[in-house]
T-cell receptor
Framework: NAGVTQTPKFQVLKTGQSMTLQCAQDMNHNSMYWYRQDPGMGLRLIYY???????DKGEVPNGYNVSRLNKREFSLRLESAAPSQTSVYFCASSVFGSFGVSGSSYNEQFFGPGTRLTVL | ELKVEQNPLFLSMQEGKNYTIYCNYSTTSDRLYWYRQDPGKSLESLFV?????AVKQEGRLMASLDTKARLSTLHITAAVHDLSATYFCAVDTSGSRLTFGEGTQLTVNP
């Protein structure tokens, strides 16, 4: 069980270049997420996919696009990279559980190893 | 807009000492998560807190949730060097999205 995997681990781009970050999970999770992590800012959600076939914007979607290729894979594309997109990118997937009499849901997320992207 | 604030952001402590990290959030939620991140690594799930008064313990770490005060705490007992890491709390208000705090960078000195 590999969990959540991401490729590549490191990438250097020049301003204006494009690239796709790949993410896959083998835990049969329905939901997948893309975050970026910048110093002093925690993790910020870029896009997420609650289930196969759906995607939604998060907190910082500008400059990014996503594709939920199938249940296992969720890719993040930078069409024209900018220095402000220099960051560490994490993919996550989650299993929804329910608890209590009311069956309220919860959403524990599991993270991939990250991609360190530098845009020059 | 949901705000999640952790304090302190930086914590340097001696081995054997106790300390508490605080996570305050600005809107109603009864689901909160704690994660640990080692330098250069990914995030690892530590605790899932799902109701008011929930308390979870693992080794020297204990997490609690007070939904009325919109506050979670992560208490460290008799710290050891291996606990050095960055700790994040994350609040779940929609069932599908988490909002993370800035993280608390903990350094435990011998």
């Amino acid at each position: 069980n590999a969990g959540v995997t991401q490729t590549p681990k490191f990438q250097v781009l020049k301003t204006g270049q494009s690239m796709t970050l790949q993410c896959a999970q083998d835990m049969n999770h329905n939901s997948m997420y893309w975050y970026r992590q910048d110093p002093g800012m925690g993790l910020r959600l870029i896009y997420y996919s609650a289930s196969e076939g759906t995607t939604d914007k998060g907190e910082v979607p500008n400059g990014y696009n996503v594709s939920r290729l199938n249940k296992r894979e969720f890719s993040l594309r930078l069409e024209s990279a900018a220095p402000s997109q220099t960051s560490v990118y994490f993919c996550a997937s989650s299993v929804f559980g329910s608890f209590g009499v009311s069956g309220s849901s919860y959403n524990e997320q599991f993270f991939g190893p990250g991609t360190r992207l530098t845009v020059l | 807009e949901l705000k999640v604030e952790q304090n302190p952001l930086f914590l340097s402590m001696q081995e054997g000492k106790n300390y508490t990290i605080y996570c305050n959030y600005s809107t109603t939620s009864d689901r909160l998560y704690w994660y640990r991140q080692d330098p250069g690594k990914s995030l690892e799930s530590l605790f899932v807190l799902l109701s008011n008064g929930a308390v979870k313990q693992e080794g020297r770490l204990m997490a609690s949730l007070d939904t009325k005060a919109r506050l979670s705490t992560l208490h460290i007992t008799a710290a050891v060097h291996d606990l050095s890491a960055t700790y994040f709390c994350a609040v779940d208000t929609s069932g599908s999205r988490l909002t993370f705090g800035e993280g608390t960078q903990l350094t435990v000195n011998p």
